[in-house]
């Protein structure tokens, strides 16, 4: 049986999160694109955090859901990937690396600004303690430690070398021409392998020392 309360409490508390993880990590995908002179993404309108613009129903709202209700030990999830063109950039190898790395950047310096802000509060909260001031730190301290929970999680899961996850890409711009033009076209069973390994408890462990990372952060 679910606990509706638990769920609806859960899901409110993650979703702010893993909303602004999701959208930064496509925006910095196609602003560092169009600081290297591809203005594909720009063109598309994708350079905005607009919730909408980016989402994808299976891995904004699906996916993230049923994590949720199967009661994962780690949450994930991904957006419409950001469009860009390797044809405007200099340095092909070189701009498909940066772009690619961006996202998982962008994750990870989004759960340092988490990780800051729950700071921040710890040392307020002694000098506003009582009534609602109280209620409303322990909730917005609450929403900081999933928001460095899942965005290191988004950032790490994206960094395996899994096509079309971006740890393929940056992991491509290393290999020969042919060799990475046949490791992409793993892209077509890539979303089978990610549920294969989440079957498997592969992600479930990586995720793991991540959550005890977490921990240790806020101890």
Not at 188 to 211: A, D, H, N, Q
Request: overall charge positive.
């Amino acid at each position: 049986m679910f606990d509706i309360t638990q769920i609806i409490t859960t899901i409110t508390l993650i979703a702010l999160p893993l909303f602004m993880g999701i959208i930064l990590h496509e925006v910095a995908h196609g602003y560092t694109a169009y600081r290297f002179g591809d203005p594909t993404a720009k063109n598309a309108g994708r350079l905005t955090f607009n919730p909408i613009r980016h989402a994808d129903p299976m891995g904004t709202v699906f996916l993230p859901l049923m994590l949720v209700l199967m009661k994962s030990p780690f949450l994930f999830g991904w957006a419409k990937p950001v469009p860009f063109n390797p044809s405007y950039f200099e340095d092909p190898r070189k701009g498909i690396f940066w772009v690619s790395l961006a996202g998982p950047a962008a994750n990870f310096a989004l759960a340092f600004g988490f990780y800051l802000l729950f700071n921040f509060f710890s040392i307020i909260q002694p000098a506003l303690a009582g009534g609602y001031a109280d209620t409303i730190i322990n909730t917005v301290s609450l929403i900081c430690v999933y928001g460095i929970l899942v965005n290191i999680i988004l950032g790490v899961f994206n960094l395996f070398p899994i096509p079309p996850l971006d740890g393929s890409k940056i992991l491509a711009t290393f290999l020969p021409g042919k060799i990475a033009s046949q490791y992409m076209q793993l892209e077509k069973y890539g979303f089978i392998i990610i549920i294969m390994l989440i079957i498997m408890g592969v992600f479930g462990w990586v995720f793991s020392y991540v959550r005890y990372f977490t921990l240790f952060l806020i101890s």
